[in-house]
T-cell receptor
Framework: AQTVTQSQPEMSVQEAETVTLSCTYD???????LFWYKQPPSRQMILVIR??????QNATENRFSVNFQKAAKSFSLKISDSQLGDAAMYFC????????FGKGTSLLVTP | NAGVTQTPKFQVLKTGQSMTLQCAQD?????MYWYRQDPGMGLRLIYY???????DKGEVPNGYNVSRLNKREFSLRLESAAPSQTSVYFC?????????????FGPGTRLTVL
């Protein structure tokens, strides 16, 4: 079974600064997909960004970008110019046979 | 479009009681999923339905049953609720099964079993 590990239970960043959330995964598959989901206090799960494993180019979505290191099985999320609205739980997820989530990182954004 | 809707939003049950969580999507998606979210555990897949008429077990199916009533609706049933089933339950849907397709989530149901 694939496992997803988020080693940072909590992170803090000041408004307008940059923060990186870490994620590693374990798989023997060669073709898969990776996601970052955001869960604000409202509990709604929102897709932030996704990456196809066979694409070497790192995905970007506005202020959000990833650093995908396939050999190292690492998939980190970088949030630039952090905003108060970015405060939430962030979940890394792996999709191969099934969608497996990490335990999440709680991001606090301070003014 | 309402997206993915779930009812109820909150529910309290006594041990041994049964209930059905309802989920519906209006995006014409083929695949639907049920997850549970426990503190410190992330989301875990209970059951999924690749397409209308099919259902399969996920990571934590024990104590649950599902029905894919039609393309829009996917219900989750607890036949005899246990305190270990206290959790937040999310329904999700996607165009196709897992892979690159974004999963759209409902707002969740907070279930407490006393």
């Amino acid at each position: 079974a694939q496992t997803v590990t988020q080693s940072q239970p909590e992170m803090s960043v000041q408004e307008a600064e940059t923060v990186t959330l870490s994620c590693t995964y374990d798989t023997s598959e060669s073709d898969y997909y990776l996601f970052w989901y955001k869960q604000p206090p409202s509990r709604q799960m929102i897709l932030v960004i996704r990456q196809e494993a066979y694409k070497q180019q790192n995905a970007t979505e506005n202020r959000f970008s990833v650093n995908f290191q396939k050999a190292a099985k690492s998939f980190s999320l970088k949030i630039s110019d952090s905003q108060l609205g970015d405060a939430a739980m962030y979940f890394c997820a792996y999709s191969g046979y099934a969608l497996n989530f990490g335990k999440g990182t709680s991001l606090l954004v301070t003014p | 479009n309402a997206g993915v809707t779930q009812t109820p939003k909150f529910q309290v049950l006594k041990t041994g009681q049964s209930m059905t969580l309802q989920c519906a999507q209006d995006m014409n998606h083929n695949s639907m999923y049920w997850y549970r979210q426990d503190p410190g555990m992330g989301l875990r897949l209970i059951y999924y339905s690749a397409s209308e008429g099919t259902t399969d077990k996920g990571e934590v199916p024990n104590g649950y049953n599902v029905s894919r009533l039609n393309k829009r609706e996917f219900s989750l049933r607890l036949e005899s609720a246990a305190p270990s089933q206290t959790s937040v339950y999310f329904c999700a849907s996607s165009t196709g099964l897992f892979s690159y397709n974004e999963q759209f989530f409902g707002p969740g149901t907070r279930l407490t079993v006393l």
